[in-house]
C-alpha cells in the first residue's frame, strides 16, 4: 500500500520550507524505516526503497514549485527510466536521510538523483531517475516546463558523463523487451 500518511506529512513539511532559489538545489528530508517496509531479511525492501523516494521527489517538487505548475497545466509527472544500487541495509527502526536533487535535462527529460543516508554517514543506496513531464499529448519539453514556472532562460547545467552513458546504453537496450 502506498505510504500515504508520511506523503501528506513530506509535502506538508515541504510545503513550510523556503522554495528553492535554484532548480538543482538539494532537498533533503528525514525518515525512520517502519516495520512495515522490511523484507523477509528484516531489512527496507527494494521496492519500498523505491517508493520512499517517490516521497522525497514529490516534497522536492513542492520546494521546486513544479506541483503548482502540473496542476495549473493540467500536467503530470512520471518516470521514463531508472538506475538504482543498493550498497547497505537500513533495518527496523534506523533514522536515515534522503537527499533529492536535479541534475540536467534535454529536449525531452529531465534526470534527478536521490540517495539514502544512514546515520553514520553512509550512503545506503542511490539513484538516477529519468523524469518526463506529460499531458494528453505525450511529453511536454522541459523547455515549456521551465516557461510555465517562470524560468524560460534557465539553461541546463551540463550532463554528467555518467549520466550521458546510462543514457546511451540505455537507448541501445531493445523495447520491446525479448520474449522467449
Not at 29 to 51: K, Q, Y
Not at 116 to 139: F, P, Q, Y
Request: net charge positive.
Amino acid at each position: 500500500m502506498f505510504p500515504f500518511v508520511r506523503l501528506f506529512k513530506d509535502v506538508f513539511l515541504a510545503s513550510r520550507q523556503p522554495r528553492f532559489t535554484e532548480l538543482t538545489q538539494t532537498h533533503v528530508s528525514h525518515h525512520i524505516c517502519w516495520p512495515h517496509d522490511l523484507d523477509i531479511f528484516l531489512e527496507l525492501n527494494n521496492g519500498r526503497a523505491l517508493t520512499l523516494y517517490d516521497l522525497g521527489r514529490s516534497a522536492m517538487a513542492v520546494r521546486a514549485g513544479l506541483v503548482s505548475v502540473l496542476r495549473g497545466e493540467g500536467w503530470a509527472m512520471t518516470m521514463a527510466g531508472t538506475h538504482t544500487r543498493f550498497r547497505r541495509r537500513i533495518r527496523v527502526m534506523q533514522r536515515f536521510e534522503m537527499r533529492n536533487r536535479t541534475v540536467c535535462w534535454d529536449d525531452k527529460f529531465i534526470y534527478l538523483e536521490q540517495s539514502m543516508w544512514k546515520k553514520d554517514g553512509e550512503c545506503a543506496s542511490h539513484v538516477l531517475l529519468r523524469a518526463a513531464v506529460t499531458d494528453k499529448n505525450g511529453i511536454v519539453a522541459p523547455s515549456r516546463v521551465l516557461a510555465a514556472m517562470g524560468q524560460a532562460d534557465l539553461a541546463s547545467p551540463p550532463m554528467p558523463e555518467w549520466i550521458n552513458q546510462w543514457t546511451s546504453a540505455d537507448a541501445a537496450r531493445p523495447w520491446p523487451p525479448m520474449q522467449d
